[in-house]
């Protein structure tokens, strides 16, 4: 899965709230092996200033369109929003998955149901405090929120969970997330995470958010090994060598052509 930033105020420099701009930079995602393209128009790094939904509809819902009129049916566009009407439009506009950083509330859900989404429930809280485990917490939140939607009538196959990496968690939360990964997937559904360019690596590593790509390389191997099943990444065109070698070592996977 590949970013696409439709904001000026993105943690990681990559913004592109010029909607010409966003819908090449989705196209060369997709020409770079992105299976799916994920295209948001809110910032949601720590401390961002929320953005009313006349703004959010106005960014994103011309790049979804301009995305879907270029690619057609080749991609798949998940849209990052937590909006029932935004998504509900971005739906109309050309969008397959709902990709929603505040897990599943009623009502979102239920436009996901009206419009035959897939839906990624990201698990998220405004304070990050724990008073247990913090990957039991996570997981207690995601396996909830899968059972409500297939009780809704979204088949389990398109139920996707997302832990939330940098998302109301302190860096040994998200460090305690990622050494559990076989945990999330062991709950049955597929699974996504998100780690690309975050801050936890940028303290690890030193490093800022735009070289911080060998860092967020290190947890996409992990996750493949763990049996993640989607990654979201920044760098698509690198990120897809790591996974081309992770799974052609994990899954059996070979190239066209191998001989």
């Known amino acids: ?5 439709v904001t000026p105020d993105s943690f990681s420099g990559d913004g592109r709230p010029d909607a010409a701009s966003a819908i090449e930079y989705a196209v060369q995602q997709h020409t770079w092996s992105a299976d799916i393209v ?7 790094r720590p401390g961002h200033t929320p953005i009313d939904a006349q703004t959010e509809r106005e960014r994103l819902l011309p790049v979804i369109a301009g995305v879907r009129s270029r690619l057609g049916a080749q991609a798949l566009i998940s849209a990052d929003t937590f909006k029932p009407d935004i998504f509900r439009a971005a739906h109309r506009a050309g969008a397959d998955i709902l990709n929603s950083i505040w897990g599943l509330p009623d009502e979102l859900l239920e436009v996901a149901v009206e419009c035959g989404a897939a839906v990624i429930a990201m698990h998220n809280k405004a304070t990050a405090f724990y008073e247990g485990d913090v990957v039991d917490e996570v997981l207690g939140f995601l396996g909830e929120a899968a059972e409500r939607a297939v009780g809704a009538g979204i088949p389990a196959a398109h139920v996707i969970l997302d832990p939330g990496i940098g998302f109301g968690k302190l860096p040994d939360h998200n460090l305690a997330v990622l050494r559990s990964l076989k945990r999330l997937t062991a709950l049955g559904f597929p699974t996504l995470i998100g780690p690309s360019r975050k801050s936890t690596i940028g303290k690890l590593t030193g490093r800022d958010p735009h070289e911080r790509g060998f860092g967020t390389a290190a947890t996409v191997a992990l996750a493949i090994a763990a049996g993640i099943d989607i990654v979201r990444v920044h760098d698509v065109k690198e990120m ?8 052609a070592i994990e899954r059996g996977w070979r190239p066209t052509g191998w001989t």
């Open 38 to 44: 994920d295209i948001g128009g809110e910032s949601t």
């Open 240 to 247: 897809r060598d790591v996974i081309s070698v992770c799974d």
């Open 1 to 5: 899965m590949g970013v696409v930033n």
